[in-house]
């Protein structure tokens, strides 16, 4: 739980926030705003604080006057002014308000340092024990500082350390973050390289077996051409032997056909001769031979000898005469 006022003997651009902090065992803790990034620390003991709602306050209207600034002790919590934390009348934080009252007392202010401001301070509260107050401070235009230089520069150099390690932390946050990220970019680069080797692998090993089959399927086409030559080969061989046996057998037959056609000529030659040669034994011989019986002459056919009547008793003569050589 914290809570966000001003003071009256602290700059009117610097706020003082009491917060619970369970680290110190329920002590409260009370930081000076310098400005947004800067504020001083310091620890509280125990105390017991009123329930706040969600309230909201108006402070008291600053105005010039020529004896200086009206300062109006005005607590902005609602507790007894004796109980309150942020007053140095209380016995609680009297060197951090002391300090703030000197350094306050000490600063020179300038008239017409101030304008009018009509602070309002909203104060919210949760319910929750660990419940934090938070009250805003608007148009706080002011310039009184009671902060030296050195004082500021240390602050300053406080802040610009506290935010160079901020930085840095970053830094070395956004560093490894880009280092995570660089290491997952390459362990996935590795995985593609891996993944495309294999593919790669794979592909060379296809292209391989995919060689291989079309080398085998080649020698096959191959091996079936030369079967097939080699049948081409036998089957014209075998033509050509039967054709060679067939004009062989072809010409085996006409010599058989010729030698016997020829035989047939002699035989019918010679045969011709020996009917002429027996003819002409026959014409030689038949002179002296009777002749034969007639046929298909009747009763003439039957006799056993020819008729007298036929035979001519007178010898033939030729008619011509023998000088003309007939």
């Not at 009256?8 to 009491?18: D, G, Q, R, T």
């Not at 004896?67 to 951090?96: A, M, Q, R, V, W």
């Not at 107050?133 to 002011?142: A, G, N, Q, V, W």
């Not at 080699?230 to 010599?255: A, F, G, P, S, V």
Request: net charge positive; aromatic share 6%; charged share 35%.
């Amino acid at each position: 739980m914290s809570l966000l006022t001003q003071n009256n003997y602290c700059s009117p651009h610097s706020a003082i926030v009491i917060s619970n902090n369970s680290d110190l065992d329920g002590q409260k803790v009370v930081r000076r705003f310098i400005n947004s990034a800067v504020y001083v620390e310091k620890v509280l003991p125990n105390m017991e604080t009123e329930d706040y709602r969600f309230t909201t306050y108006t402070m008291p209207t600053r105005k010039k006057t020529l004896g200086g600034i009206k300062k109006t002790l005005k607590c902005c919590c609602g507790t007894d002014y004796s109980d309150c934390p942020c007053h140095p009348n209380n016995n609680i934080n009297n060197e951090f308000n002391g300090y703030i009252s000197n350094r306050s007392t000490n600063s020179k202010v300038s008239e017409g340092s101030f304008t009018e401001i009509d602070s309002q301070i909203t104060v919210k509260e949760r319910l929750k024990d660990n419940a934090e107050f938070r009250l805003s401070l608007t148009s706080l235009s002011t310039q009184n500082n009671f902060l030296d230089s050195e004082e500021k520069e240390e602050i300053i150099k406080n802040w610009i350390r506290k935010k160079q390690a901020e930085k840095r932390q970053r830094l070395l946050k956004e560093q490894k973050k880009q280092e995570k990220k660089q290491k997952r970019r390459e362990e996935v680069l590795e995985m593609e390289r891996d993944n495309f080797k294999r593919w790669l692998a794979d592909k060379k090993q296809e292209e391989i077996l995919r060689r291989q089959e079309k080398q085998k399927e080649m020698e096959e086409l191959k091996q079936k051409e030369e079967e097939r030559q080699k049948r081409q080969q036998e089957n014209d061989l075998t033509y050509k032997l039967w054709l060679q046996r067939k004009k062989k057998d072809e010409l085996e037959k006409k010599i058989r056909d010729k030698i016997k056609e020829l035989e047939e000529m002699e035989e019918r030659d010679r045969r011709i001769e020996e009917n002429k040669i027996a003819f002409q034994e026959w014409v030689k011989h038949s002179k002296g031979k009777p002749k034969p019986l007639p046929s298909n002459q009747g009763l003439t056919s039957l006799c056993s000898s020819l008729s007298v009547t036929y035979i001519n008793p007178v010898p033939w003569t030729p008619n011509i005469k023998h000088e003309f050589g007939i």
